[in-house]
Every structure is written in structure tokens, then in C-alpha cells.
């Protein structure tokens, strides 16, 4: 294993207005160049009538639409951006509810053999609808609301229909009623 300060400096492979491509050693990888570090939130959010939000959208890598949890980077557009308020500006975006408060669950890799992506699950509390959501600028959010105890069946529904899902579902959907160590949610 080589220790982190015998590690070569990265070479820089391309730059863009979003993302570098480096290569350290013999490995190539991807960096944001947005926000801190390529740090990300992921919001799990639960509305007052026990309906899962989740959010559509076109992702041209994937030439597809995808169904996904409020999600965006941390530090983008906000130099003081936290991951709370990330979260609760993503949610707010995207799915036209705020939250009353925010809870960080846990942050780990993305792709890890491929970027430097962290996500940051946070869960959303206390509900209220505050607007219609759609995200910001181009970003064409649609905004479903499915009762929790048909999450599952519905995501499988949508990707029999042709939609790609987001693996990170899973663990959103498990973490609405647990912490990331298995115990039960606090309310």
C-alpha cells in the first residue's frame, strides 16, 4: 500500500467547466471542479402524508431519464454552503418543499475507483410545501410523490417503463426509518 505523501502529483489529462480528468500514475479519474471537493447531498424526504419524494430527470450521460432523490453539490453557488443547507436548498429546488430540519446521516464515495465524488445522505424533517419545485435554470424536475409503502414497487414499476434508477434509492429507503448503523430512526 503506498502511504498518501509518496503518492504521485496528479497529471492534469483535461479540464472542463465542470469536471477534470487527471491521471495519478497509472490511474485516470475524474474531479469536479464545482463546489468543495466533490462533495454532494442526497436528501431522503418523507412528506406529512407518508409519501416518498423523488425526483425525474433527463441525464445525458445516461441518455435517459432517471429517478432519483433530491440531490446536488455542496459549495457550487454558495462559498458558505454547509451540508445542511445544501440539503435543504436542493430540496426546496428541486421539490418545492422545505424541510424543518436537516440531519446528516453519513458521506462516503460515489464511484470510487472512478471520481472524487463524496455524497452526503441527509434526512429531511417536518415537511411543509412551500412551492412547486422543477428545479432551477434547465434542470426540468418532475416531482413525484409515492406513499412510502409502495416506494419499492413503484421504482421497479418506473424502471420496467425505461427509466434508469439511482442504486442510492435503496439505501434512501432504508434509511427513512433507520441510522446507518441499523438502529431505529429517531423521530
Not at 503506498?2 to 492534469?12: F, G
Not at 447531498?41 to 445516461?62: G, K, S
Request: a negative charge; charged letters at 30%; one cysteine or more.
Amino acid at each position: 500500500m503506498t502511504r498518501a505523501d509518496e503518492r504521485p502529483e496528479p497529471e492534469l489529462l483535461y479540464e472542463g467547466d465542470w469536471l477534470r480528468l487527471v491521471r495519478r500514475g497509472k490511474w485516470e479519474f475524474c474531479e469536479r471542479t464545482h463546489g468543495r471537493e466533490g462533495l454532494a447531498v442526497i436528501v431522503i424526504a418523507v412528506t406529512p402524508e407518508d409519501e416518498v419524494l423523488f425526483v425525474e430527470q433527463y441525464r445525458v450521460p445516461l441518455g435517459a431519464r432517471t429517478i432519483e432523490m433530491p440531490a446536488g453539490l455542496v459549495g457550487d453557488d454558495h462559498d458558505d454552503d454547509t451540508l445542511q443547507s445544501a440539503a435543504r436548498r436542493e430540496l426546496i429546488e428541486e421539490t418545492g418543499w422545505e424541510p424543518g430540519r436537516v440531519e446528516i446521516l453519513l458521506t462516503g464515495p460515489t464511484t470510487s475507483g472512478m471520481s472524487n465524488e463524496r455524497i452526503a445522505f441527509a434526512r429531511a424533517r417536518d415537511l411543509r410545501k412551500v412551492g412547486e419545485g422543477g428545479g432551477v435554470g434547465s434542470e426540468d424536475i418532475v416531482v413525484h410523490r409515492v406513499p412510502r409503502e409502495r416506494a419499492p414497487a413503484w421504482l421497479m414499476e418506473m424502471h420496467r417503463a425505461g427509466y434508469e434508477l439511482d442504486l442510492k434509492l435503496w439505501a434512501g429507503l432504508w434509511m427513512i426509518e433507520h441510522e446507518p448503523d441499523g438502529s431505529p430512526a429517531a423521530p
